[in-house]
C-alpha cells in the first residue's frame, strides 16, 4: 500500500499487521504537502494493492484538490480514503474520493466532526465486491459498538449541525489565533 510521508503515524503499522507493505512517498513543505501523482505513480509496481489518501491530511492539513483527485484515482491500483477531518476544514470543503471514482474505500467516523473521540465508531463505504469481504472482517474484528455509541451517532447526524459548524468555527479561530502568534515570533 502507498502511504504519503509525512502521514498518520499508525497507518504504516495497520498495514504490517495486515501483512502488507508500506510503500512511502514523500511529501516535502516547500510543495505544499501535495500528494503528486507522478511520485506515486513511480512507485506503483504488480504488487501494489492500494494508495492510501488522507485529505484534510494529518499531521500536515493540506488538502488534495478534485483534479489531483482524479489523477489519483486514474492511476490503476484502488484508493483508500481516509476522511475523518471531512468538514473540519477553513476555506473550500473537502472533495471526497466517491466524487471522482467510485473505485474507492472511503473510511470515516464520528470522532473529528462529532467530537466523540475515544467513542470508536466508524464506517466504510466500499465497492460492491468488497461489502461481503469488508462485513467479515468487521464481524471477526470489531463485534459492535456501543448502544449509548449508537443513538449518540444517530442523534449527530440528525440534529448537530449547529452544534458542529460552533466548533469548526471555534477551531478556526484558534488556529488564526496559533498562525498570529507563530507569525509575530518567527520575525520577531
Not at 504488480?46 to 492539513?61: H, Q
Not at 471514482?101 to 466523540?116: C, I, P, Q, Y
Not at 463485534?143 to 455509541?149: E, K, L, Q, R, T
Request: hydrophobic share 40%.
Amino acid at each position: 500500500m502507498i502511504l504519503s510521508n509525512p502521514g498518520y503515524a499508525c497507518y504504516p503499522q495497520i498495514v504490517s499487521f495486515g501483512g502488507g507493505t508500506p510503500i512511502l512517498v514523500d511529501v516535502d513543505e516547500a510543495d505544499g504537502f501535495q500528494y503528486r501523482p507522478e511520485k506515486i505513480r513511480e512507485k506503483i509496481t504488480p504488487r501494489t494493492k492500494a494508495i492510501l489518501v488522507n485529505s484534510p491530511s494529518n499531521p500536515t492539513g493540506n488538502m488534495i484538490d478534485r483534479a489531483r483527485f482524479a489523477e489519483i484515482c486514474a492511476l490503476g491500483p484502488l484508493v483508500v480514503s481516509d476522511e475523518i477531518y471531512h468538514g473540519l476544514v477553513y476555506a473550500e470543503p473537502a472533495v471526497s474520493a466517491r466524487e471522482v471514482s467510485e473505485r474507492t474505500v472511503v473510511v470515516n467516523g464520528f470522532s473529528k466532526l462529532f467530537a466523540m473521540t475515544g467513542w470508536r465508531l466508524g464506517y466504510a463505504i466500499v465497492p460492491p465486491e468488497l461489502t461481503r469481504p469488508m462485513q467479515k472482517m468487521q464481524q471477526n474484528f470489531f463485534i459492535s459498538a456501543g448502544d449509548f455509541v449508537q443513538v449518540a451517532a444517530i442523534a449527530a447526524l440528525e440534529r448537530c449541525d449547529a452544534e458542529v459548524e460552533a466548533m469548526r468555527a471555534e477551531y478556526d479561530r484558534r488556529r488564526r489565533m496559533v498562525l498570529a502568534r507563530c507569525r509575530e515570533s518567527a520575525w520577531a
